[in-house]
């Protein structure tokens, strides 16, 4: 009798288990044979500089004329930059918190187009926690994050023709123009090596130094001395002419590039525009996020 209860008992079980087996497949699916939804994600660092912040602007304007079916929503990667903001009254979302509202709002796939320099850090955080949105029950179908500016040999070559095209029209032979970039300890930061190296091969006059990398206002500095250069436009090589543009580059404290410049007897011209300024610096993050959408 024991025997003949154990294997019904097991027979029960067995059944329960198969029939439970669709349910847990239909589980599985069911995000899949929700109706599609698109949405696009723009995620920048920030920042809190409002004249600054026109850059952005510029940018929206770019992606809503190429996708606008579209619903588009902003993310800021950076915590100082968002809590600065909020004591102004204004909230932006952090990246995964602007992922989480487009999931509740039953979006299915979503294009995330980075609005960095290089694929740093951040870049690797975006693309880790857009990935994890995907992957939990009841997430997205698709998530796929698209490349920052500076992601292969062609996005080199368009950013040198572009930075060719927004040279100062009043630059004279024999002066320099020196980019800031920010720079990284990411390996990713030989991209700005690489710029540098075909910034060169346009002009010897064109330099790039980072405020956090290997390419140094020092190194700079020394090149141009040697060359006898008595004057440099400064130029942000940055989305936006933030903080790191008005402090770093242009500022009038000792450290600033200006500062370390002019003590030197070069003459400096800080041009305070960001990248995000320019139609074709903007259209390489355009076009790397057509590359995105055209999954879907």
Not at 111 to 138: C, R, W
Not at 154 to 182: C, W
């Amino acid at each position: 009798m024991l025997k003949k209860a154990a294997v019904l008992i097991c027979a029960v079980c067995l059944t329960a288990l198969l029939f439970s087996l669709p349910a847990i497949a239909s589980g599985g699916h069911g995000k899949h044979h929700q109706d599609m939804k698109k949405g696009i994600l723009l995620v920048t660092f920030g920042t809190s500089i409002e004249k600054a912040a026109i850059a952005f602007t510029n940018i929206e304007k770019k992606v809503k004329a190429e996708f606008p079916d579209v619903p588009l929503r902003w993310a800021y990667t950076s915590h100082i930059i968002r809590t600065k903001l909020a004591k102004q009254g204004k909230y932006l979302d952090s990246v995964e918190v602007a992922l989480a509202k487009m999931m509740d709002e039953g979006f299915t796939h979503i294009g995330v187009q980075s609005l960095h320099m290089i694929p740093g850090y951040e870049y690797d955080d975006v693309k880790t926690n857009a990935k994890l949105f995907q992957n939990m029950s009841g997430g997205f179908t698709k998530v796929i994050v698209g490349h920052p500016m500076l992601a292969g040999s062609d996005d080199l070559s368009r950013v040198v023709d572009n930075i060719m095209t927004i040279i100062p029209k009043e630059r004279k032979q024999g002066e320099a123009v020196i980019l800031m970039g920010h720079g990284s300890h990411h390996p990713a930061n030989a991209f700005y090596e690489a710029m540098q190296y075909r910034l060169q091969l346009k002009d010897p006059n064109l330099y790039l130094g980072t405020v956090e990398g290997s390419l140094t206002i020092d190194d700079i500095k020394a090149q141009i001395l040697k060359k006898g250069i008595k004057k440099a436009y400064l130029v942000p090589f940055m989305s936006v002419a933030g903080e790191h543009a008005i402090n770093d580059m242009a500022g009038a404290e000792a450290d600033s590039w200006k500062s370390i410049l002019t003590k030197d007897g070069v003459v400096c011209v800080p041009v305070l525009k960001g990248l995000a300024e320019y139609d074709g610096m903007i259209d390489i993050w355009v076009d790397h996020l057509k590359d995105v959408m055209g999954h879907y």
